[in-house]
Each structure stands twice: as structure tokens, then as C-alpha cells.
């Protein structure tokens, strides 16, 4: 199998990305600290985890390796919208938010399309669309057309996790019992796209089988002048699974580990759900005294 370092260090690392994720980390805690607002340690801890994980996702080697394994592929989509949102909503202090939502177009976008249902629907929707092979192979040949799909999914992620974790004040967030249907929901509508790409006999993305569209598709992370040195026939160079079973194995990995996030989820909810009935009988028994 061919190295993945044949294809440079700005490909394999990204260090523009890099550069804009320090930067953004440094604006954080730089606003962190010229403020006199509550921002616990446990806060920063998560922000940092999640910028980590968003340049492991798309400024490491991990990126690179998603253009040549669809299995690379699923498992960035997973940690990307399944794990770095939940991190980002906690990272970040609700008065950050707050100064964020008094622009009004923001907060009235922000509070409509967080609306349970509508977030659900949205991100599914978004996803499951995304990964129609038609779809697929345009957007992964397009480099504002991927960038755009992206970020809308990850905006998609951002709603769809905000009604179970946002602490900001005018937004509610669900009770015990809601948000563990809201969890059985969520795994329920992302199945059938993960179905068809675990159950599918023959492989569904030219961008992966076809010679031509991958070169297009890895264009997009590595600088035309390296690629146009290089002899390069696909992804097969670069793996010794067969391209079918590295997609079923995708939809596979896809699948795990949205089960392991919220199975997650719904310990810390029991957790959190016990805690309060036990708050609530111990009031109950004080006022009886």
C-alpha cells in the first residue's frame, strides 16, 4: 500500500485550518478572561476537546484518508456532527450565546429551527440527502458545494443537539422523558440512510470506484501541482479491503458509534433525571418536618 505522505505535509495537516482553529481558541479565552462572566474550567476542557476533535476530523490526516476509504469517511461524519457539537454547545458559556442571540435575526432563526421536530427532521434530512450517491458524487467534486453541504450539516448538528443541551435562558431544554424519545427518534431516522449503504451489493460512490471522480474528489485536500506529479490509478493503492466491504464497514462504523454517543447521552440523562427526584424528595421530606 502506498504511504499517505506522498501527498505532502499540506495535505496530510492543513495548517491554514490549524492556524484558524488557534485563533479561534485564542479569541475564546481571550474573551474568557477580559470578562468578569462565570466560565468554569470544566467549560474550556470541553471547547478545547471539541477543537481538537474538529481539526483531528478535518485538518489531520484523517481528512486526506476520508477521500481515499469511505470507512475514513463515515467515522469523520460521525465524530464531526455526533460529538463536536454537544462538546461546542457545553464548551461555550451561555453568556456567550446570549451576546450572539441579541441579534435578533439570529435568536428568531436560532429559536425556529431548535424546535424539537424541526431540528430532528432537519439534520436527518440533511444527512441521509447528502449521501444519495447522486449527491454525493457531485458535492465531493465541488469544492464550494462540498464546503457549502458541510457546514450546513454541521449547523443541521448544532440545532439538532441544541434542545438537549443548551443551558442559555429563553431556551428550553427537554425534560428526562422527552429527551430520551428525542434520542430514540434521532437513531431512528438516521438508520435508513446507514441501511442503505451497509445493505447495498455493489459500491454507490463513483468518487470511490471511479478513477477520473476520485481524482476530482481528492483534489479538493491536495494542491493540483502534487497530484499532477503522481501516478495514481484510486483508492484501491491506498487499502487492502475491498471498496463494497470498505463501505458496508462505513455504514457499519456509522451506526456504532452514534449507538456508543447515545447511549452515552441517555447514562448522563438517567444520571441527571435521578439526581433530581432525589432533590425533589429530600425538599419533600424537609417542608413535611
Known amino acids: 500500500m502506498m504511504p499517505l505522505s506522498i501527498f505532502g505535509f499540506e495535505a496530510m495537516w492543513s495548517p491554514y485550518f490549524f492556524i484558524f482553529l488557534v485563533a479561534v481558541t485564542i479569541a475564546y479565552f481571550w474573551l474568557v478572561n477580559r470578562s468578569n462572566k462565570p466560565t468554569t474550567t470544566k467549560q474550556k476542557t470541553l471547547f478545547v476537546t471539541a477543537i481538537v476533535l474538529l481539526y483531528i476530523c478535518k485538518g489531520s490526516p484523517v481528512d486526506l484518508l476520508g477521500h481515499l476509504m469511505f470507512s475514513a469517511h463515515m467515522t469523520q461524519m460521525a465524530v464531526l456532527y455526533l460529538m463536536v457539537p454537544p462538546l461546542l454547545i457545553k464548551g461555550i458559556p451561555s453568556w456567550m450565546f446570549e451576546a450572539i442571540f441579541r441579534i435578533q435575526i439570529i435568536r428568531s432563526a436560532f429559536t425556529f429551527f431548535t424546535k424539537p421536530l424541526i431540528a430532528l427532521f432537519l439534520f436527518n434530512g440533511i444527512f441521509s440527502l447528502y449521501h444519495v450517491p447522486l449527491i454525493f458524487d457531485v458535492v465531493k467534486t465541488n469544492m464550494w458545494l462540498h464546503a457549502l453541504m458541510t457546514t450546513a450539516i454541521f449547523i443541521a448538528a448544532m440545532m439538532m443537539w441544541w434542545p438537549l443541551v443548551n443551558d442559555v435562558r429563553g431556551f428550553p431544554t427537554l425534560s428526562g422523558l422527552k429527551k430520551i424519545g428525542y434520542i430514540f427518534a434521532d437513531g431512528v431516522l438516521l438508520t435508513p440512510a446507514c441501511a442503505l449503504i451497509i445493505f447495498a451489493d455493489t459500491p454507490l460512490y463513483a468518487t470511490y470506484y ?63 433525571w435521578y ?8 425538599i419533600g421530606v424537609q417542608t413535611t418536618k
Open 210 to 272: 471511479d478513477p477520473a471522480a476520485w481524482m476530482n474528489a481528492l483534489a479538493l485536500c491536495v494542491p493540483q501541482s502534487t497530484l499532477s506529479s503522481l501516478e495514481l490509478s484510486g483508492p484501491e493503492m491506498f487499502s487492502s479491503i475491498s471498496l463494497l466491504h470498505d463501505q458496508q464497514l462505513g455504514g457499519v462504523l456509522m451506526k456504532i458509534i452514534q449507538e456508543i454517543v447515545y447511549g452515552v447521552m441517555l447514562f448522563f440523562i438517567f444520571i441527571e
Open 275 to 282: 439526581r433530581k427526584e432525589r432533590d425533589e424528595e429530600t
